[in-house]
């Protein structure tokens, strides 16, 4: 986080994970340091004497696709730049929110802010300012394959076209720059296809969906210790020396967590010989949850490459003598596709698990209490239907699951005769980690109301008492059935936020992965 003071992140080295996420969504202002315009400006000047020395570049000097070999003479440099934007802006449907636009438009900062995409300081300038001011574009979410038309509805923005949001009010591209007191840019040589080339919307997506999704398995470990608990569960499963015969980190960090969270629990003491073991949805938790922090973890590390990364063609070396343009296959967004495919299969295996244990509670032949964690079953329908949604929600996970990188479809004139398919990857893992949350709210919905049904005398675990204690500052008990909707969404803003990892942590020491 050193980058990161007083509400502002400086471009210029590395940029984690953390600080990306204060852009994006907590809206930290942009700084570039001396260094970045530096290096900007250096390899501007290499693109400015290429050109005029009429060198063959793709992009620069050529058209595009599968017209690379048409030649395209430095006076129409501008038009075939502006050209790029317009016929390239073809995403349709919803718009992406905010933050998702806003992510979008950090990943160009950070990728061309290394220079060797060869476009001018002032460009990188103009998306800085519309970040830091606020002005939004309206980005459709459907139609990429991993590059291009979601970027392209942003660079229009950028010279004065298509529409965008500022101050709460949508406008005409070109407007909302001038309410913001900003002057739409005309693009110069190769900057057309910089802002729309490379991995800038997968990574971008990648990232937001990683940060929620880390989240969320560290809420989950605090909600099963919830759930453990009020099912008078057993804690010997997650034994040291059980752990250190399968020597997986993140089952043991899993198994360390759970022990730290329900340390003092006097439930956990009473109940410690009360049967033999417990079901696989609460003696594996360790297991089930560390293989999801695995693939997690493993995805955290390609964000974090790819946040530093710049996959543009072609770039720009110099040399002492001159340098070379090289053409290559960065654009391709299959280290975030794969990676994001596999934490949407990740998400619905911590899901079934949840369910699982929900499921637990409302059987009262499972739990020993009433049917739905209700006075008055049957008068009542408690919390039946939560697992109903649930189950709507799981099936939805499962969709999700199937990958969209094993897909492909020729474009261009079969000069891109592959496609990542990286983008779709990455906005499906976006919206499971939305179901995700939902899941687990519900499953900590009813480890909170069985509270009233276990013994009020006997302490909670440190963690777990913390846990319970934030609920019930927003959520009442449930006496009798009450309208669930407004609960729900409490719980899973509680989630979403990180206040239920911050309250367990606080309480009971930090939730590692591994």
Known sequence: MENFVSGKVRLGGSLSL???????????????????????????????????????????TTGFGSLVSRMIPPRDAEKLQRNIILTHSTAVGEPLEEESVRAMMLMVLSALGKGVSGVRAELLELYRDMLNRG???????????????????????????????????????????????LTPVTLSYKEGLALINGTLSPTALAALAIYDLLNCVKAADAIAAVSLEALRGLTRAYDPR?????????????ARNLLNLLQGSQVVEKYKNSHVQDA?????????????????????????????????????????????????????????????DSCCIAAAYLAKMSERRNTRFIDNNLSGYPSYLVKRPGLNSGLMIPQY???????????????????????????????????????????AARLLEYVLTIELMSGYQAQQFLDAGLRRGRGTAAVLALVGQHVPVMEEDMYLHPHLETIRNLIHSGEVVAAAEKAAGPLNLR
Not at 148 to 166: N, P, Q, W
Not at 242 to 254: H, L
Not at 281 to 301: E, F, N, Y
Request: hydrophobic share 35%; glycine share 10%; aromatic share 8%.
């Open 18 to 60: 953390t600080e990306f996420l204060a852009v994006a969504r907590h809206h930290a202002k942009v700084e570039f340091s001396p260094e970045y315009v530096e290096r900007v400006s250096r390899y501007r000047q290499l693109v400015e004497k290429w050109v005029a020395e009429e060198r063959v570049m793709y992009g620069t």
């Open 242 to 254: 059980i752990m250190a015969v399968r020597p997986e980190p993140e089952q043991a960090a899993t």
């Open 135 to 181: 002005v939004t574009p309206v980005v459709p979410g459907h139609g990429s394959v991993g590059y291009l038309s979601t970027e392209a509805h942003v660079a229009m923005v950028a010279i004065g076209g298509g529409r965008a949001v500022f101050n709460g009010r949508e406008y005409e591209g070109g407007e909302a720059l001038r309410q913001a007191g």
């Open 280 to 340: 696989l949805s609460l003696r594996c938790i360790p297991q089930a949850h560390g293989a999801v922090k695995k693939t997690l973890w493993d995805a955290l590390r390609v964000v974090e490459t790819e946040l530093n990364a710049c996959c543009d063609n072609p770039i720009f070396f110099p040399s002492s003598d001159d340098g070379d343009t090289l053409s290559n296959g960065n654009p391709d967004a299959g280290y975030q596709g794969l990676e994001m």
């Open 389 to 431: 949604s649930q189950a709507g929600l799981l099936n939805e996970l499962r969709m999700l699951a199937t990958p969209a990188v094993i897909d492909n479809v020729t474009t261009s004139g079969n000069q891109e005769d592959y496609v990542s398919m990286g983008y779709n990857a990455c906005r499906k893992a976006q919206e």
